[in-house]
């Protein structure tokens, strides 16, 4: 569990990229919540901070750049409540991009976001149904192990899990994206002609 950089508010799961807020999921008294969600609705000139931060509760105070966030556009939330036997009634909100919940079919991109204990096994259906969808031809089964290796191996099929650097910061989910190449028709077509996709 971390603790935000407004004290009163604690966080089970987050994903940073590139400095934007990509989801959270945040606890603590409504009045706290609420606002937060003030603050978000205003301006970068206009907020009481201008970046938000995550941290455990025994680290120093001194924030660790690569768990700040200074963007945060295209926020979706959902709000929730429940009772606890030490705290009374807290306040639960998820706050997401947009883009995480919908595939932009322009761009033939999208994400997956899952627990971070999330089975291996379903984790690849999931992520070859996501590729499915995205893709403008029919796809047979036995091709799943080419085609994700393929994704994977020329940067269109990116894993995040568990990690925090200066490009991302993850905990407690995993996150997938996927955003499929301008040539793959042409792709499945050599492989095709050449068998090699039929071979893995």
Known sequence: MYVTSMQSLFCDAFFI???????????????????????????NNQRSFQSFSFQKPD?????????????????????????THDYG??????????????????QKSGWLVLPDSQDAVDLDSMVWN????????????????????????NGHLHLYEDTINSEFAIYGLKAIHVKMPTDFENWISQSLKSKSIMSQ
Request: net charge neutral; charged share 20%.
């Open 17 to 43: 990229l590139n400095g934007r807020l990509m989801f959270s999921s945040l606890h603590g008294r409504e009045a706290n919540v609420q606002a937060l969600m003030a603050e978000l609705t205003l301006g």
């Open 59 to 83: 680290e120093s105070s001194r924030p660790n750049f690569a768990l700040s966030v200074s963007i945060f556009t295209d926020l979706c939330k959902k709000i929730s409540k429940y009772d």
């Open 89 to 106: 009634r807290l306040t639960h909100v998820f706050l997401y991009a947009h883009e995480l919940t919908a595939l932009n079919m322009d």
């Open 130 to 153: 996501l590729v499915e969808q995205l893709a403008d031809i029919p796809l047979l089964k036995i091709w799943q192990p080419s085609v994700t290796n393929y994704l994977k191996h």
